[in-house]
């Protein structure tokens, strides 16, 4: 049974760096043909797909336009798990952040973390 | 990136009755090569993460009941609840994973009790 754990603080002030973690139990971070996924959920944009990790021959990274300057997703293969880091906080970045696993079968996210909420506030 | 787009925003139904709610793309979501609609929906209800309920546009996640069902093709599709009971109650979203790795949702729609 695969299960996602996220790990990460809950108040960021802002201009400063988010970083969350996704630890995997009952996969691998780097099984060919699966994909790593951040997502965030906020009242004003609702569910907004972040970015990707994914080994295929090598590791391969993909970012939304809207986040791209600003982030970075990376796997830790010695621990079986991801991370996103967010720079620049603003108050825009508050949301519910997940961790979700790509179905190696659909493509469709059919994994996902508990969830962290982060609040960017002074 | 490929719009999507849900109607109605909320809606309230009767326990028991049919709930529908609509997803539009703003580009066909259908690959010609498998004949697949590269639609799913997702519920989420407060504190707790989605879940996945519906994928190419039609085939039920492991676990989920069969009153729920998902049709449609192309650009135009539709979950379906053909009885609604109180656990339903949750934001329902439609998400297109055809244009990758630029994955979109709806803006979601909120599904109470009447």
């Known amino acids: 049974q695969v299960q996602l754990r996220q790990s990460g603080p809950g108040l960021v002030k802002p201009s400063q760096t988010l970083s969350v973690t996704c630890d995997i139990s009952?996969?691998?971070?780097?099984?060919?043909?699966?994909?790593w996924n951040w997502i965030r959920q906020s009242p004003l944009r609702g569910l907004e797909w972040l970015g990707r990790?994914?080994?295929?021959?090598?590791?391969?990274?993909n970012y939304a336009v809207s986040v791209k300057s600003r982030l970075t997703i990376s796997p830790d293969t010695s621990k079986n798990q991801f991370s996103l880091q967010l720079n620049s906080l603003t108050p825009e970045d508050t949301a519910i952040y997940y961790c979700?696993?790509?179905?190696?079968?659909?493509?469709?996210?059919?994994?996902w973390g508990q969830g962290t909420m982060v609040t960017v506030s002074s | 990136d490929i719009v999507m787009t849900q109607s109605p925003e909320s809606l309230a139904v009767s326990l028991g009755e049919r709930a529908t709610i609509n997803c539009r793309s703003s580009q066909s979501v259908l690959y010609n090569s498998n004949n697949k609609n590269y639609l799913a929906w997702y519920q989420v209800k407060p504190g707790q993460p989605p879940k996945l309920l519906i994928y190419w546009a039609s085939t039920r996640e492991s676990g989920v009941p069969d009153r729920f069902s998902g049709s449609g093709s192309g650009t135009d599709f539709t979950l379906t609840i053909s009885s609604l009971q109180a656990e339903d109650v949750a934001v329902y979203y439609c998400q297109q994973y055809y244009s990758t790795p630029m994955f979109t949702f709806g803006q979601g729609t909120r599904l109470d009790i009447k």
């Open positions: 979700a696993r790509a179905s190696p079968d659909t493509g469709a996210f059919d994994i």
């Open positions: 009952g996969d691998s971070v780097s099984r060919v043909g699966i994909a």
């Open positions: 990790t994914y080994y295929r021959s090598k590791w391969n990274t």
